[in-house]
């Protein structure tokens, strides 16, 4: 059986580059060959590579795992490799010299324990990635986040905290009702911080989850687990939004109550712990809070969704999962979308609207009127057009045993809310533009931050080519034009799009958009695009494929 003991199976340390290379000759590197070229030759000759502990452990998948030929051919849905490498990559194409800083990934990275496999995508044990640019060159590293909830798997070889879907199995009925003590008091919720990752104001790293616990302090340059995110107050709470709004002045999130069905919504300053008050939504439907995976934010207010796919204790205590997890959805309660006053924390509209899903919300900016009033308020989002289905497509036998046949992917779209600040008590959901555009895919967005709050014209995700079981092209949403440019690679799964501004930029897409591919092969590479005309600028292999990924943040050179 497979462990998880620290005097496991010796790594490989990374390939040290060679010392110089041949104009125009093909250079072996991890079993393959990349062209190099005079351009190139300067930005690739290097003497050192950064080196790794030659002692950590290996993560052996199980053996008697059910390995299906298309697994076997796509790393984006197995265990990543190893615990920890670093190197150097080659770089195809040219990188722009003022693409200084490194673009952290966070994920889901490890879904086995011994020879169990998880469940769920969410369930993964935390993966981040690095990927370090500087003066044309391109380090990356990759690391498993420290969490308590990883450290006990790996020290008793079984999940040992509740996960997304995963609980963990008692050995007898007193170790059951001590777990449901544990779960009352939020003390077996995981910290598995696996879902994104922040730079904060004042310049800390903090990678968050669902669970307040879950939000841990790592060092962006070397990937170290530096400890807990320790709140400084007593506003309590079990769990907040896994995408608080962050700025270089401050946090903001919410956290549902789930006594009295609501959401505090609160604030942060730069260079504190202290979560500070702002206001509080009641719900208008029960019999609980909606799911709040994020939620959009404008120049002067906050934007409160509550959604029909609502927090259910009921599966929450329950052994095996549901199709909807720890969710139920309760259309009869309808939707609705709340807006609240950042400055005094009063509630200025509070409207129903069109039932909805959706994971992530791209931005929300305030539409004036002829006279220069504030009207209405409009928020996007990725929505999956209210199918629930989605979250039961990620399991990870449906993700793994796909074999390109049968179109499975739910309908998505960028909605957009138009919510009136005159009292009405209806808002309008629409899509932003035509579905089809983007291959009735959307997920995983970004935009420039510069336009944070702000009437923006672009944003970047996650859309599909079909017949497709996931989101497999990145797309660039023109919401002026109404159009998309796609790109492409056959069988492959691309991650998050993360768009980087170029200092100085005067056009809102003027910069590049990283993001990290699993290719068909089961190989695996960083991908660059020009954020204006979305054409391919460089990539760079990895040495082995990596799982999929979920969200990150750019951490610029000081």
Known sequence: MASFSSSAIKIYCNKILPDRFDHDKDEPYFGSKVKINEKNKKNLDLKL?????????????????????????????????????????????????WL????????????????????HLFDGYATLVRLHFENGRLIMGHRQVESEAYKAARSNNKICYREFSEVPKPDNFLAYIGDMAKLLSGSSLTDNANTGVVKLGDGRVVCLTETIKGSIVIDPNTLDTIGKFEYSDTLGGLIHSAHPIVTDSEFITLIPDLINPGYLVVRMDAGTNERKYIGR???????????????PVTENYIIVPEMPLRYCAQNLLKAEPTPLYKFEWHPHSKAFMHVMCKASGNIVASV????????????????????????????????????????????????????GKGDVL???????????????????????LDPNEHGRGMDMCSMNPAYLGKKYRYAYACGAKRP???????????????????????GAVPSEPFFVARPGATEEDEGVVISMI???????????????????????????????GLHGCWVPKK
């Not at 053996?63 to 299906?68: A, F, I, L, S």
């Not at 497709?468 to 056959?490: E, G, H, R, S």
Request: net charge negative.
């Open 518 to 548: 699993s290719d068909k092969n089961g190989e695996g590479y960083a991908l660059i695009l020009d954020g204006s005309t979305f054409e391919e600028i460089a990539r760079a292999k990895f040495p082995y494929g990596l799982p999929y």
């Open 100 to 119: 200084n800083g490194t673009y952290l990934r966070n994920g889901p990275g490890q879904w086995h324990i011994g020879n169990y496999n998880f469940r």
């Open 49 to 97: 590579v950064t080196k790794v502990a030659s002692q950590l452990p290996v993560i052996v998948p199980p053996r008697d795992q059910h390995v299906t030929k298309k697994e076997k051919k796509l790393a984006a849905w197995t265990s990543v490799r190893q615990e920890r490498w670093e190197g150097e990559l080659v770089v195809e194409g040219e990188l722009p010299l």
């Open 468 to 490: 497709c079981n996931f989101p497999n092209t990145l797309t660039k949403i023109d919401l002026f034009d109404k159009k998309a440019k796609n790109w492409y690679d056959d």
């Open 281 to 295: 939504v009641s719900c208008r439907g029960g019999p609980a809070p909606g799911w709040v995976h994020s939620f």
């Open 352 to 403: 129903e609207v069109p039932l909805y899903v959706t994971f992530h919300f791209i931005n929300g900016y305030e539409e004036k009127d002829e006279d220069g009033r504030v009207s209405a308020v409009i928020a996007d989002c990725c929505e999956h057009s209210a199918d629930t289905t989605i979250l039961d497509k990620l399991r990870l036998d449906n993700l793994r045993s796909y074999a």
């Open 410 to 432: 739910p309908d998505a779209r960028v909605g957009r809310f138009r919510i009136p600040l005159d009292g009405s008590p209806y808002g309008e959901l629409e899509a932003a």
